[in-house]
């Protein structure tokens, strides 16, 4: 089992684009969630997907979003692209949304310039 | 959403044992005390929870105060692999685990 993956590793972009990361859940999970992680700072929840859909959303802007596809991997978007976005992007999965152990992928680290 | 106030960082020696405190004093009747680790340039990684009872897994052991507004982490023999941030998160579920900044253990040889 090859865990939570996520994809790329690392992204530069500059102020103003659109970025899309990707992350495929550990096997049997259906349940995934993303994560903003600022430098020295804990993760900050953005969105979580169950069943093609967004059941919970942090307090990020629009310009966030994202999708999970029938074999639950799940993208996510940002558009206009600030100075302010760049950090360690984490995707998480789990075999529900309750009481249930999370697993984290190694994170896309996202550089905007 | 509960607070949580955890040391910013704590020293321990490798092999001896490491109790890391979490107080969460306005928890609701329904929150589960869960703990994760992140280790440097990983992902968090889940360690443990409960509810009132103390729990014991292959990491660690939770202890948690009779009026549930503390708990602690116990680590029984500290490995040069344990040094990471610990996080104490009270959540009802893992809908949105609401991180705060952690403590940050180091682990001496």
């Known amino acids: 089992d090859a865990g939570v993956t996520q994809s790329p590793t690392h992204l530069i972009k500059t102020r103003g684009q659109q970025v899309t990361l990707r992350c495929s859940p550990k096997?049997?999970?259906?349940?995934v969630s993303w994560y903003q992680q600022a430098l020295g700072q804990g993760p900050q929840f953005i969105f979580q997907?169950?069943?093609?859909?967004?059941?919970q959303r942090g307090n990020f802007p629009d310009r966030f979003s994202g999708h999970q596809f029938p074999n639950y991997s799940s993208e996510l978007n940002v558009n206009a692209l600030l100075l302010g976005d760049s950090a360690l992007y984490l995707c998480?999965?789990?075999?529900?949304?309750?009481?249930?152990?999370?697993?984290f992928g190694p994170g896309t680290r996202l550089t905007v310039l | 959403d509960a607070k949580t106030t955890q040391p910013n960082s704590m020293e321990s020696n490798e092999e001896e044992p490491v109790h890391l405190p979490c107080n969460h004093s306005?928890?609701?009747?329904?929150?589960?005390i869960h703990w994760y680790r992140q280790l440097p340039s990983q992902g968090p990684e889940y360690v443990i929870h409960g509810l009132t009872s103390n729990v014991n897994n292959r990491m660690a052991s939770l202890a948690i105060a009779e009026d549930r507004k503390s708990s602690t982490l116990i680590l029984h023999r500290a490995t040069l692999r344990d040094a990471a941030v610990y996080y104490c998160i009270p959540q009802y579920n893992n809908n949105d685990m609401r991180f705060g900044a952690g403590t940050r253990l180091t682990v001496k040889p």
């Open positions: 096997s049997g999970h259906d349940t």
């Open positions: 998480a999965s789990t075999g529900g949304v309750f009481i249930n152990e999370q697993f």
């Open positions: 306005t928890i609701s009747g329904t929150d589960y």
């Open positions: 997907y169950y069943e093609e859909e967004e059941r």
